[in-house]
């Protein structure tokens, strides 16, 4: 028998605003434990909640962009339960009017190679809703401590319908999600920082039923990878257990991503009853159309529309494009770049994708405080356009460039890379190499084609690399003819 996989994720991603949600206390990370509280976040009696309208903003933003459907009221519900993570005891959060209802997420598969685009499709959601996030637990040996820096923290809860059937939809699925909150400013999506975090549905069932198996909830998922990784090996454990004859009981398990294995964490008997409850301290919110259309011209051009784009208007292949694109600031700084030079986008791209991100990488930076500027790489690819020096030339000028913040101008000046020789000479070389090097010549002529790369290259070498390639090859073919 032949089983499918059947998932739905519940992605939590933290809203960046200055200040938490329901509370007037700063938002941020990297503080010292407990630096970042208030009244509201420890509960305190008479301690009352107040209303973040960017927290708002931001959630109407995201579900716009996921193509949601914004009512024209939402509410806010008391989840009850006791948990040391969050000391009133309840979140507030929304039950049954969410301010964002359904929507979908396109998401990219892996293509056949790496050259290659992958099928694109749309994934549904169920609703966005907006919460208040918890604390943080962290625990020792012999005892745990709990740090209220993270609480009240505005969070959106991102839930999918279970819509997807493998790890590669799930990572799609992610990865869409943290692109488009990226690129809308929404948040940082910093998953170490807990900026977002997922939990996965999973379950199987025989291929061509309808009904739904009993599902795990999968937790401890803490990169995308980590997901994809969990739910596959989760997968192949459930359709393990169904083939044995075993049922699968509805728990939470865990994803030990050291062992590389799913464990047992608790089986779950009967939902647990949160008791809600309209928040009595805080008004159902109106969103009309002004706040609607606000927003949406707010909404800059998604990641899969600038691919669509850059693939089209200046003619990028796949490989540039996917790079490009995901990192917002890294395809700005490619455009103002092509924009001026659009037939030579192609070099552009490549040196951003290749020799740009090698250094930054390399040297540990950030392009915001990098030396070259699409002023600097624009230079360079018109130096290498009118024949100043060549390609391999220019990857050497870049490296410089990278480093000491000149035009490729300035530098090919100041270490004389420019060619000493006119195309006379460079006949002379071309004869040289032929001369001297009889078997190419006479594999050439047999019509093995790559034997003119051995005179070539010794071409090059006589020309100290200042030679153009392309004049070269021309050259020795019309000798050899």
Not at 325 to 332: G, K
Not at 373 to 383: D, F, I, K
Request: charged share 30%.
């Amino acid at each position: 028998m032949k089983y499918e996989a059947v998932i739905g994720l519940e992605v939590h991603v933290q809203i960046k605003t200055e200040s938490k949600i329901f509370s007037g206390s700063r938002s941020g990370y990297g503080y010292e434990p407990n630096e970042l509280v208030d009244p509201v976040v420890f509960g305190l009696p008479g301690a009352l909640p107040v209303m973040n309208k960017a927290a708002l903003d931001g959630i109407i933003k995201a579900g716009l962009a996921f193509k949601c459907s914004i009512p024209d009221w939402c509410k806010w519900d008391r989840k009850n339960y006791f948990y040391p993570d969050s000391p009133n005891n309840y979140q507030i959060t929304q039950y049954d009017q969410p301010i964002c209802q359904g929507g979908e997420v396109e998401i990219e598969l892996s293509g056949d190679s790496r050259a290659e685009m992958g099928e694109h499709k749309n994934i549904k959601l169920t609703r966005i809703h907006l919460e208040n996030d918890v604390g943080k637990l962290n625990h020792f040996t012999e005892d745990s401590l709990v740090d209220y820096n993270r609480a009240f923290t505005p969070l959106m809860e991102i839930v999918s319908e279970p819509d997807m059937h493998s790890g590669d939809e799930a990572f799609g699925f992610l990865t869409s999600i943290r692109q488009t909150m990226i690129y809308c400013g929404v948040s940082d999506c910093d998953m170490e920082k807990g900026q977002m975090r997922a939990d996965a549905n999973i379950s199987v069932r025989p291929v061509g039923e309808t009904t739904l198996g009993s599902k795990i909830e999968l937790k401890n998922l803490n990169s995308i990878t980590g997901v994809k990784n969990g739910i596959e090996y989760e997968i192949k454990r459930q359709i393990r257990e169904l083939k044995k004859g075993n049922s699968i009981k509805q728990a939470t398990w865990r994803w030990n991503a050291d062992l590389g294995r799913t464990e047992l964490m608790r089986e779950k008997e009967d939902a647990h009853d949160y008791r809600y409850f309209p928040d009595p301290d805080l008004l159902p919110v109106r969103i009309d159309d002004e706040w609607r259309n606000r927003i949406r011209s707010e909404i800059p051009e998604l990641p899969f529309e600038k691919q669509s784009r850059f693939m089209d208007d200046y003619d990028l292949p796949y490989t540039i494009a996917s790079v490009l694109v995901p990192d917002r600031a890294l395809s700005e700084f490619f455009e103002e770049a092509a924009k001026k030079n659009p037939s030579k986008a192609k070099a552009i791209g490549n040196y951003v994708t290749n020799d740009l991100l090698r250094e930054l990488s390399e040297a540990g930076q950030s392009l915001a405080v990098c030396k070259v500027s699409p002023e600097h790489l624009l230079s360079l690819v018109e130096a290498v356009e009118k024949g100043t020096i060549t390609k391999q030339i220019a990857k050497d000028v870049f490296v410089e460039m990278f480093q000491s913040g000149e035009l490729a101008g300035k530098i090919i000046d100041r270490k004389g890379l420019k060619p000493d020789f006119d195309d006379e000479q460079v006949k002379v070389w071309c004869q040289e190499a032929i001369n001297e090097n009889p078997k190419p010549v006479d594999d050439f002529r047999s019509g093995n084609d790559k034997a003119l790369n051995a005179l070539l290259g010794q071409v090059m070498k006589k020309s100290r690399g200042k030679a153009n390639p392309q004049s070269v090859n021309q050259v020795l073919r019309e000798l050899l003819s």
